[in-house]
Antibody
Framework: QVQLVESGGGVVQPGRSLRLSCSAS????????MHWVRQAPGKGLEWVAV????????YYADSVKGRFTISRDNSKNTLYLQMNSLRAEDTAVYYC??????????????WGQGTLVTVSS | DIQMTQSPSSLSASVGDRVTITCRAS??????LAWFQQKPGKAPKSLIY???SLQSGVPSKFSGSGSGTDFTLTISSLQPEDFATYYC?????????FGPGTKVDIK
């Protein structure tokens, strides 16, 4: 069965960096695009970024463009989110999600349990 | 960016009720619309993609319809496990955007 396990969250000061990881199993990771989606406390869902199966195509939300970098290591079945210049408004639970089979930029079908990032001094 | 709105923002319903949630896009998105369910403290669960296609394992009491700018999610007979918040998401163009959510609670 598909399993996605995020890690790397924690408390970080504004302006600092953090890298999230998402370990995937139960499917052929190297053949699926992957998403990051976040949810601020008490708020709705916000799409963050998507990466194609081979890493050749990447798109970001405007709110994180230039500060966050999505990447993947298909040899390790792992998705990453490098977050730089963190702001208080980046405080959220971050979910990784597998892309639905089919069209190139389909929405998520399976989600991880999420990892909490808190940006605070 | 494409803006997504949902109505109502919340609703109260009874077990067995038929429930309909509406999602509207600020511009046409063909059928590039997905629906998600989220319970408190849990990760979202994917329900529907391509406006009307059920994700694997999702019961047939959930159905979706619509195209262009107006979409609906229907739960045919509400069960206790269906009380949750429901989100729509467009994936016609980047950045993908979610609606603000509709909270379904018990009357």
């Amino acid at each position: 069965q598909v399993q996605l396990v995020e890690s790397g969250g924690g408390v970080v000061q504004p302006g600092r960096s953090l890298r999230l990881s998402c370990s995937a199993s139960g499917f052929t990771f190297s053949t699926y695009g992957m998403h990051w989606v976040r949810q601020a406390p008490g708020k709705g869902l916000e799409w963050v970024a998507v990466i194609s199966f081979d890493g050749s195509n990447i798109y970001y939300a405007d709110s994180v463009k230039g500060r966050f970098t999505i990447s993947r290591d298909n040899s390790k079945n792992t998705l990453y989110l490098q977050m730089n210049s963190l702001r208080a408004e980046d405080t959220a639970v971050y979910y990784c999600a597998k892309k639905t089979p089919g069209t190139q930029y389909a929405p998520p079908d399976y989600w991880g349990q999420g990892t909490l990032v808190t940006v605070s001094s | 960016d494409i803006q997504m709105t949902q109505s109502p923002s919340s609703l109260s319903a009874s077990v067995g009720d038929r429930v309909t949630i509406t999602c509207r896009a600020s511009q046409g998105i063909s059928n590039y619309l997905a629906w998600f369910q989220q319970k408190p403290g849990k990760a979202p669960k994917s329900l529907i993609y391509a406006a009307s296609s059920l994700q694997s394992g999702v019961p047939s009491k959930f159905s979706g319809s619509g195209s262009g700018t107006d979409f609906t999610l229907t739960i045919s007979s509400l069960q206790p496990e269906d009380f949750a918040t429901y989100y729509c998401q467009q994936y016609d163009s980047f950045p993908f955007t979610f609606g603000p959510g509709t909270k379904v609670d018990i009357k």
